[in-house]
C-alpha cells in the first residue's frame, strides 16, 4: 500500500508544510467520514428511540384518562344514564379517551397525534374500524398472545408512526351494555340505536386503541442534526487543519531555513555565524549544534589550508 504509508508518512517530494496538508486532509476527511456513518446509526437510533417513548406516553396519557373515567366520573353519572333520559357519554371511558385526544389533535403542533378505539362493530359509528384498523384487530384476533402491533402508516399529513394495543371484553361488566339491546340502559338506545355494539363476547377481542405519533419530522429533524453535526466537524477540523500549518512553520519550518541559511553562509564564512538555536533542548537545538561543530571544523580546516599556503 505504498499509497497509504506516502499518507501517512510523506512523499519527500514537496514542501513538508504541503505534505503535513496532504496527510491532514487525509486523515480528517477519513475521521469525518467515519464519524458522519456512525453518527448516522446512532441519531437514528435515538430518533426511534424518541418515536417510541412519545408514543408510549401518548398511549398511556389516554389509559389514565380511560381510568378516570372509569373509576371517577362513571360512579357520578351512571345513574343518570339508567333511564330513559338524555345518555350522557361522559361516563363512557372510550368516549372521554377519545374526546381528549380530539382536543389535542386540534393544537396544531399535535395534528399528527391521534388516538382511536376502533371497534368491528362498534357503538358509535364513528369507531367503525377502516380497512387498516380491521387488519390490525385480525391480527390480533389470530394470535392472542400478541400483545402489541407497531409500525409505520402512510396518512394525509405523512407518514406517521402507531403502536396498537387488542381492546377484549375482560369483564363481565362490560356486558350489560354490549351484549344484547335488552341489557343496555334506555337512554343508551336512545342515542346510539340497538343495532351497533352489541353481541360482544367475554374475553373476544372486540377492537383496538391505537396512537399515532410523528415519525417524518423526528427523522427530518435527526437529519438535520446530522448536517449540522457534519459541518460543525468540518470546521472544527479545518481549524485543527490551519492551527497545525501554523504550528509546523513556527516550530520546525521557520528554524530549519534559519539554520539552512547560515550554514550557506558559514560555507563561505565560519567565522561570521553564529547558530544560536543550539541553546534550544529539542531536535532544531540538536541540528544547531552539529552544524556548529561542522563550522568550528571548518573553520580549523580554513586556517590550516591559509596557514599551509602563508608556509609555500
Ligand atoms: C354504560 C354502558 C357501557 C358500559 C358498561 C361499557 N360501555 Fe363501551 N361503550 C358504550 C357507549 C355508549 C359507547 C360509545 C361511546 C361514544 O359515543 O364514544 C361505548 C364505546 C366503547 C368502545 C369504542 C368502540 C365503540 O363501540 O364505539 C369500546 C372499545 C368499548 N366501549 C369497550 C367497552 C369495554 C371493554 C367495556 C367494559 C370494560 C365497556 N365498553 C363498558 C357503553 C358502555
Request: hydrophobic content about 35%; cysteine-free.
Given at each position: 500500500m505504498p499509497a497509504v504509508k506516502k499518507l501517512f508518512f510523506g512523499s519527500g517530494q514537496r514542501p513538508l508544510r504541503q505534505q503535513l496538508a496532504i496527510t491532514l486532509a487525509g486523515i480528517l476527511s477519513l475521521s469525518i467520514l467515519i464519524s458522519i456513518l456512525l453518527l448516522n446509526i446512532l441519531f437514528g437510533w435515538q430518533a426511534r428511540q424518541l418515536i417510541d417513548q412519545r408514543a408510549a406516553f401518548f398511549m398511556d396519557a389516554m389509559l389514565s384518562?380511560?381510568?378516570?373515567?372509569?373509576?371517577?366520573?362513571?360512579?357520578?353519572?351512571?345513574?343518570?344514564?339508567?333511564?330513559?333520559?338524555?345518555?350522557?357519554?361522559?361516563?363512557?371511558?372510550?368516549?372521554?379517551?377519545?374526546?381528549?385526544?380530539?382536543?389535542?389533535?386540534?393544537?396544531?403542533?399535535?395534528?399528527?397525534?391521534?388516538?382511536?378505539?376502533?371497534?368491528?362493530?362498534?357503538?358509535?359509528?364513528?369507531?367503525?374500524?377502516?380497512?387498516?384498523?380491521?387488519?390490525?384487530?385480525?391480527?390480533?384476533?389470530?394470535?392472542?398472545?400478541?400483545?402489541?402491533?407497531?409500525?409505520?402508516?402512510?396518512?394525509?399529513l405523512g407518514t406517521v408512526h402507531y403502536v396498537a394495543q387488542p381492546i377484549k371484553v375482560g369483564k363481565e361488566s362490560c356486558l350489560v351494555c354490549h351484549s344484547t339491546p335488552d341489557r343496555a340502559p334506555a337512554s343508551q338506545?336512545?342515542?346510539y340505536g340497538d343495532t351497533g355494539g352489541f353481541g360482544w363476547k367475554l374475553n373476544e377481542i372486540v377492537g383496538t386503541q391505537i396512537v399515532t405519533v410523528p415519525q417524518a419530522a423526528v427523522f427530518m429533524a435527526k437529519d438535520r442534526s446530522l448536517l449540522l453535526t457534519a459541518a460543525l466537524l468540518v470546521v472544527a477540523f479545518g481549524v485543527v487543519g490551519?492551527?497545525?500549518?501554523?504550528?509546523?512553520?513556527?516550530?520546525?519550518?521557520?528554524?530549519?531555513?534559519?539554520?539552512?541559511?547560515?550554514?550557506?553562509?558559514?560555507?563561505?564564512?565560519?567565522?561570521?555565524?553564529?547558530?544560536?538555536?543550539?541553546?534550544?533542548?529539542?531536535?532544531?537545538?540538536?541540528?544547531?549544534?552539529?552544524?556548529?561543530?561542522?563550522?568550528?571544523?571548518?573553520?580549523?580546516?580554513?586556517?590550516?589550508?591559509?596557514?599551509?599556503?602563508?608556509?609555500?
Open positions: 384518562v380511560r381510568e378516570y373515567t372509569s373509576k371517577k366520573v362513571n360512579p357520578i353519572l351512571a345513574p343518570l344514564n339508567q333511564g330513559a333520559g338524555l345518555f350522557r357519554p361522559e361516563a363512557v371511558p372510550s368516549y372521554s379517551a377519545q374526546t381528549v385526544a380530539g382536543l389535542l389533535k386540534g393544537k396544531p403542533e399535535f395534528r399528527e397525534y391521534s388516538y382511536r378505539e376502533a371497534a368491528i362493530n362498534p357503538t358509535n359509528l364513528r369507531d367503525k374500524a377502516d380497512s387498516f384498523e380491521t387488519g390490525v384487530i385480525e391480527a390480533f384476533r389470530r394470535n392472542p398472545s400478541l400483545k402489541i402491533q407497531s409500525g409505520e402508516k402512510s396518512t394525509p338506545l336512545l342515542a490551519v492551527v497545525m500549518n501554523a504550528v509546523l512553520d513556527r516550530l520546525i519550518l521557520r528554524p530549519m531555513r534559519d539554520i539552512s541559511r547560515k550554514a550557506d553562509e558559514a560555507s563561505v564564512t565560519p567565522a561570521t555565524v553564529n547558530f544560536e538555536e543550539r541553546e534550544r533542548r529539542d531536535e532544531i537545538g540538536l541540528l544547531a549544534r552539529s552544524f556548529e561543530r561542522m563550522k568550528q571544523s571548518l573553520a580549523i580546516s580554513m586556517q590550516m589550508l591559509k596557514d599551509r599556503q602563508g608556509k609555500a
